[in-house]
């Protein structure tokens, strides 16, 4: 069974043929209509919206491969299956001359007219989607990962492009070469595109040269979402990068804040991303900063979980990551974020701060 129900328009003028294809869509899921002419089916064209068009070639008035010629000049985007009884090689090279997206020789087996018309309504769909570019900014290595690893995830599985900016490479933390090759691993991961800056541990400015480096980075990929730290934290660099974002990406649609280790009882999210189906990522993600393992007690796997665990009585699902959502100009785009951020929780009761932590004392990362 298909995912969703596809409409498919079937042009073939052989009642047997027509009845076999008909029974194969309509038992794996889908919706087809059965015309025997290209005039038929250029009528039904204009008044009803289809996923994908199935035509034989031999037909009354008007070849398939000229319809699909016609078709293609208007509706490039729709993908056509050409089908035949001759096998002959040039037909197979005029239909792929005139745009067909597939070439079927009959008979067709029910497995391979499922599959073609499966895959390729799902790659028109895929590219049809309008997608996000999502920038993720964080003061040292695994900041990213900790705080919306899971929702990178989520972005990448909807088709979104991922850049991770890190602004540090984590001096005080552990050797700068490993940290270096623990962010790039966990960037490919994802198939995320990394900046990593070099700016000084532990004394990140909130000003310049910090704001310039992520200007030039926003100027550079366009950014639809930003994440970042919340201003919410005990950590001298999350608070300071979280300062510079405010400045720099002040054009960009979505600007939201991610949960640190170090944020304080302050943090107030009001939108909860479940990460469902991405918390085993996010673990991956996470073990690539094997330096790291042994001396932070919260990137062990019991501890990542039970925190999105207790987020997700908040939002949906079994799994979540909080966010405090500072600027939302997109209503949150229908693709990504309705499947990465979509579980929006703006009207939840969150977290009330009962007490304060102190703040201002310069941390380690």
């Known amino acids: 069974?298909?995912?969703?129900?596809?409409?498919?328009?079937?042009?073939?003028?052989?009642?047997?043929a027509a009845g076999y294809m008909r029974t194969v869509l309509e038992r794996s899921g889908m919706d087809p209509h059965v015309v025997s002419n290209p005039q038929a089916a250029l009528a039904l064209l204009n008044s009803k919206t289809f996923d994908l068009i199935l035509t034989d070639i031999e037909l009354p008035g008007m070849t398939g491969l000229e319809l699909t010629e016609r078709v293609k000049k208007t509706r490039p985007d729709?993908?056509?299956?050409?089908?035949?009884?001759?096998?002959?090689?040039?037909?197979?090279v005029n239909a792929l001359r005139l745009q067909a997206d597939e070439f079927l020789f009959k008979p067709i087996r029910k497995p391979q007219l499922v599959e073609v018309v499966t895959r390729l309504v799902e790659q028109a769909r895929a590219a049809a989607r309008p997608t996000n570019i999502v920038l993720a900014i964080g003061a040292h290595p695994d900041d990213v990962e900790i705080g919306v690893g899971g929702t990178l995830a989520a972005h990448q599985a909807a088709g979104d492009q991922i850049v991770i900016l890190t602004m540090s490479r984590g001096a005080r933390g552990g050797a700068v070469d490993n940290r270096q090759d623990e962010s790039l691993a966990a960037a490919e991961l994802i198939g995320a595109r990394l900046f990593l800056n070099d700016l000084e541990d532990t004394r990140i400015s909130a000003g310049d040269p910090t704001v310039g480096i992520i200007e030039q980075v926003v100027a550079e990929v366009h950014p639809t979402i930003v994440y970042t730290h919340s201003s919410n934290d005990r950590h001298q660099d999350h608070v300071a990068v979280h300062r510079a974002v405010s400045v720099a990406t002040r054009r960009v649609p979505m600007f939201a804040c991610y949960q640190?280790?170090?944020?304080?009882?302050?943090?107030?999210?009001?939108?909860?991303?479940?990460?469902?189906?991405?918390?085993?990522?996010?673990?991956?993600l996470l073990a690539s900063f094997a330096s790291q393992a042994g001396i932070r007690d919260y990137l062990a796997p019991d501890f990542v979980l039970a925190t999105a665990r207790y987020w997700s009585r908040y939002g949906g699902g079994v799994y979540a990551e909080p966010l405090e959502v500072v600027r939302d100009a997109t209503g949150l785009r229908a693709n990504a974020t309705s499947q990465a951020v979509g579980h929006a929780a703006t009207s939840l009761t969150t977290p009330t701060s009962t007490t304060s932590e102190a703040e201002g004392s310069v941390l380690d990362d």
């Not at 640190?260 to 991956?284: C, E, H, M, Y």
């Open 260 to 284: 640190s280790p170090s944020a304080t009882v302050d943090f107030r999210p009001n939108r909860f991303v479940s990460i469902d189906g991405f918390t085993d990522t996010k673990l991956a």
């Open 78 to 92: 729709l993908p056509i299956v050409v089908m035949t009884a001759h096998a002959t090689l040039d037909y197979a």
């Open 1 to 16: 069974m298909t995912d969703s129900r596809y409409t498919i328009l079937v042009v073939e003028d052989d009642p047997d």
